[in-house]
């Protein structure tokens, strides 16, 4: 994990404004972890202190809510960044990150992001952009959450889950999210979306085997989400 010039993060995010100068700078001070399933990378109002490069797997970006549960925000996935907005703006973060697969992540310092910052244009420029991009997802989820009815936000996630995240052999969405974790990222109860689950299976849009799901008419479920 030692050549963050050959990484896939590199090509995927901020870091491939680098030159390879400061690709051999980053590799000497970077930290590279494995995190295991359901562990935290950090957690919401934790000084990040820097960025983390999610190498390999899937990770949940969670808020906690007032009556104690997790609502997940969106799913990061390998060649992204974790860290950016609340290293730049110098608070905690806002949000916990946790892994929803085996991890591999490595850590560059915030001393390290900043002189990058401060001295190639394009990099601060890519990441400012990134920033901007997860702001407008955030506008877009705010009206989806407040204009779409619960079905509807169902069947855009589960579209969302495979065009983002890939098939099993089997056709099964790749990334399996419990029925608490699904239902927190449509922001309704448990016991409505195993509801709603089952009328889409019943419609034979998806058909469902234990946790795994299968889209069998996506054309469908994007019509419905519209």
Do not use: W
Request: net charge neutral; glycine share 6%.
């Amino acid at each position: 994990m030692s050549k963050c010039e050959q990484c896939i993060v590199r090509q995927f995010s901020s870091l491939k404004a680098l030159t390879k100068d400061e690709l051999l700078r980053m590799a000497d001070c970077k930290t590279s972890y494995t995190i295991k399933k359901g562990e935290p990378i950090f957690e919401e109002g934790e000084m990040t202190n820097g960025v983390y490069c999610v190498k390999d797997g899937v990770c949940k970006m969670t808020k906690l809510s007032a009556n104690g549960k997790d609502q997940i925000v969106k799913l990061v996935k390998a060649g992204e960044l974790l860290g950016q907005r609340s290293m730049i703006s110098e608070q905690p973060a806002n949000l916990s990150a946790v892994a929803l697969e085996d991890m591999e992540v490595c850590f560059v310092p915030k001393s390290e992001i900043l002189h990058f910052f401060n001295q190639n244009n394009q990099f601060s420029m890519n990441v400012m952009k990134t920033i901007c991009g997860d702001l407008k997802e955030a506008d877009d989820h705010m009206v989806s959450m407040a204009q779409k009815s619960v079905k509807e936000r169902l069947a855009e996630t589960l579209v969302y889950l495979e065009e983002n995240f890939g098939t099993n052999e089997d056709g099964s969405l790749r990334i399996q999210l419990s029925r608490e974790e699904l239902a927190g990222m449509i922001g309704t109860a448990t016991e409505s979306c195993i509801r709603l689950l089952s009328e889409l299976n019943k419609l034979d849009l998806i058909s469902i085997s234990g946790k795994k799901i299968v889209l069998k008419d996506k054309n469908k479920l994007k019509r419905l989400s519209e």
